[in-house]
């Protein structure tokens, strides 16, 4: 449940930071609308457009079109752009983010070209708010610091504190609790030397949502109380109603359910004194939690069914898959599991519909549980396989402990019901014995206890085994040597005891990386990346999955040795060895890049050579664990690097840039080593090698190796070449290793 108020307390977050305090009258504004013409028009329906964004996504978005197509017909870019903005919103308000985005793109576009840094501003920060909601929220924090940086340039304290605060929110998003108060107080000194009182309610508003989400609901408390003391100050209803929501789910963590009721129901009154409507939706939603908290499911499906209405009049889908899952649920809780089996179908299916992972995963999960409860294991199993799967997609995957439990409670059915019937036929007899039976009963009992005793040791020997397969299996694999490690993880020679027993790898996550969850996600992206791939001098992955909490990627077994080793014991391949090795990684590399995959960590400890006895054979690249791609959930911080230095391009040290042209550069880097067994640019420590690669040209390679042709050494200096585009691109370099060789 804590999870969800957190959501919930989040989407507020966002609302109370981008809502005004003010609220006009609606039949105030369609009369200017009606009374305007031109220009005026064009701004009176934008301000329209607005103010239904939280009351009707289908009108916000109907007047939306309104003003583009007039501020078009008159030029007005300004209002164009706005206008754009305002459609992303009904679009983002439905939970349609994609949609929403290229809107909101189209206005940054516009606000770029006419240079109105307050409409840029506007746009990248809907683009991040959009990528919050979404969960990616690498994203949206990228979009976020855009804005303070703009904010910083025209000095804009507003802004910046602005921003501060919605970094501050991905922040606690990301449990990095530290940088969230950090941004935070720092939004918060701005705010006072400015004076400006509701933005600093709004930051201690959101204080306390770092607390709530580290479960420090007392401390949480304390700053809610402290924005809705300001906030009624400032007699702002809008951003009253939205405190009082958070102090009420503050309550209800505190199990003060009857508390959480009148606060809730306070805030209720207010949203709906003003038309608030998403307000409204959060405080009945609120409320049926409480209720179901309470016991109360009459009451709890009522204010369920109230906030269904609300979410499908502003034909917000994401609120409407949030509350059929919250109604699954509580069908679920009074042991109705045909009506339950009905929401969380219904639930599934529009989550599906919008893309949303997080309610998919949890949708599969609660189905499985339903099952689980029901007795009907297969059931539960397929979903439970479902939801792995789609742990697997957003990278949030949870321990497979689950689905092993559910596989042999399924496997063991017949068993289980057995000794269950026995131990409730043992109690039975026990009960109806009579004290002239009493000594037939003790026997029967002492028969009982020395059953139930020998099941006891024979759990306890299962957890023994467990414990010991641990260290020698996972999953169906059996761990037979170490053969490699690097910073991710740990591989070894394993074998599949499925099938044909066949010799694989196994990469194993290293323990201290194990909670870390973008380390995770590294991990996870390195086996999806390669999955993706079908290429015979590309690692093949069989499987990638979870064991008692460790990550794992089951690959092809390679033998033959890495190109590191090779060139450590001064192999000096002959030219048309050094082509071949080449022209099996420059087409590994044109099918990464033609899937708009970066490797990022091109090096020969990541190149196996597969027969080392005659000649370098098959070239099998390795290890995605660093690789980038637009599907993927961006893992760095800014300003931070990745890769080993000696094959960092020029330009990804000096201006963060990455792209195909740095896998080249390293290939370059690669090859010359090949060649020359020695590294193209070398230094004492990673400061002087950097600045050797970005001020220093390379020595000619056929100084080191004179029956090297003048056309190829030229070839590997293009390669090296400081700037990106002298650099050959894939087709090129496929065809110029091709002539060379």
């Known amino acids: 449940m804590v999870k969800k108020l957190i959501g919930l307390i989040l989407i507020l977050a966002i609302m109370t930071l981008t809502i005004t305090a003010q609220d006009k009258e609606t039949e105030e504004l369609e009369n200017k609308v009606a009374a305007k013409s031109g220009k005026e028009k064009v701004q009176a329906l934008n301000e329209l457009s607005s103010h239904y964004t939280y009351i009707s996504a289908e009108k916000a978005m109907a007047y939306g079109q309104q003003a583009l197509e007039l501020a078009q017909k008159l030029g007005e870019k300004q209002e164009e752009a706005r206008s754009l903005n305002n459609i992303g919103w009904g679009y983002r308000i439905q939970g349609k983010f994609a949609q929403a985005r290229e809107f909101y793109e189209k206005g940054l576009a516009i606000s770029r070209a006419i240079k109105n840094d307050n409409l840029i501003y506007n746009s990248l920060n809907n683009i991040g708010g959009t990528f919050e909601e979404d969960n990616s929220l690498a994203e949206a924090l990228d979009y976020y610091r855009q804005t303070y940086e703009l904010a910083t340039r025209i000095k804009w304290d507003k802004g910046i504190s602005v921003s501060l605060n919605y970094m501050a929110i991905v922040f606690t998003n990301q449990n990095q609790y530290e940088k969230a108060l950090k941004a935070q107080l720092q939004a918060l000194a701005i705010q006072e030397r400015i004076g400006n009182k509701l933005e600093i309610a709004n930051t201690l508003h959101n204080m306390g949502h770092i607390y709530f989400y580290q479960e420090k609901y007392q401390k949480a408390l304390g700053y809610y109380q402290k924005s809705l003391t300001m906030y009624k100050k400032k007699e702002d209803p809008r951003n009253t109603a939205l405190a009082l929501n958070s102090v009420g789910v503050a309550y209800i963590c505190l199990k003060e359910l009857d508390r959480a009721i009148a606060v809730l129901k306070e805030a209720l009154a207010m949203a709906e004194k003003i038309d608030f409507q998403s307000a409204v939706a959060n405080a009945v939603g609120n409320l049926a939690i409480a209720f179901k908290d309470k016991g109360d499911f009459k009451n709890s499906l009522a204010y369920y069914r109230r906030e269904l209405e609300i979410w499908q009049t502003m034909q917000n889908k994401y609120g409407l898959t949030k509350v059929y899952l919250n109604m699954g649920e509580t069908f679920l809780k009074m042991k109705d599991y045909s009506q339950a089996e009905s929401y969380m179908d219904r639930s599934l299916a529009l989550a599906r519909e919008i893309d949303s992972r997080d309610q998919v995963h949890m949708n599969l999960n609660n189905l499985s549980e339903l099952f689980r409860e029901k007795g009907e294991y297969k059931k539960a199993l397929e979903y439970f396989r479902e939801a792995v799967d789609e742990e697997k997609k957003i990278m949030n995957k949870e321990t497979a402990a689950k689905m092993t439990e559910l596989e042999a409670k399924y496997d063991s059915e017949k068993k289980k ?86 010799p694989v790898a196994i990469k194993l996550i290293r323990e201290e990386h194990a909670s870390d969850p973008i380390q995770r996600k590294r991990f996870l992206n390195e086996a999806y990346l390669v999955d993706q791939l079908d290429h015979p001098n590309i690692i093949k992955v069989f499987e990638r999955g979870e064991h008692q909490k460790n990550l794992y990627i ?32 420059a087409d590994a590399l044109s099918r990464i890049h033609g899937q708009g995959i970066l490797h990022r960590d091109v090096k020969p400890a990541n190149i196996m050579l597969t027969n080392d006895r005659s000649g370098p054979g098959t070239v099998k690249l390795l290890d995605f664990g660093l690789a980038h791609a637009p599907s993927l959930t961006h893992l760095t911080e800014t ?50 090698i950097i600045r050797a690669i970005l001020e220093n040209e390379p020595i000619n390679p056929t100084h080191f190796r004179p029956d090297l042709s003048a056309e190829q050494a030229t070839l590997v200096l293009r390669m090296l070449s400081k700037i990106p585009e002298q650099r050959p691109v894939d087709d090129d370099l496929l065809a110029a290793f091709a002539a060379a060789g």
């Open 639 to 688: 300003g931070e690097i990745l890769g080993t230095v000696y094959y960092m391009a020029p330009e990804l040290i000096s201006q963060r840039q990455v792209s195909a042209a740095g896998d080249i550069y390293a290939l370059g880097v690669v090859l010359y080593e090949m060649l020359t067994l020695e590294k193209p640019f070398l230094g004492e420590n990673p400061g002087e």
């Open 554 to 585: 089951a690959m092809e077994l390679l033998a033959g040795k890495s190109l590191a080793e090779a060139i450590r014991e001064g192999i000096r391949f002959t030219i048309a060895e050094c082509l071949l090795i080449m022209r099996q990684l």
């Open 417 to 502: 019901r057995q000794i269950e019937m026995l131990q409730k036929n043992v109690e039975i007899q026990k009960l109806q014995l009579s004290r002239a039976r009493f000594r037939t009963g003790a026997l029967i009992s002492g028969i009982a206890l020395l059953l139930i005793v020998f099941f006891l040791l024979f759990r306890r020997y299962l957890h023994l085994l467990a414990f010991w397969k641990k260290k020698t299996y996972v999953s169906h694999y059996k761990l037979e040597r170490q053969i490699g490690s690097g910073a991710m993880g740990i591989v070894w020679q394993a074998t599949d005891l499925t099938g044909a027993k066949k």
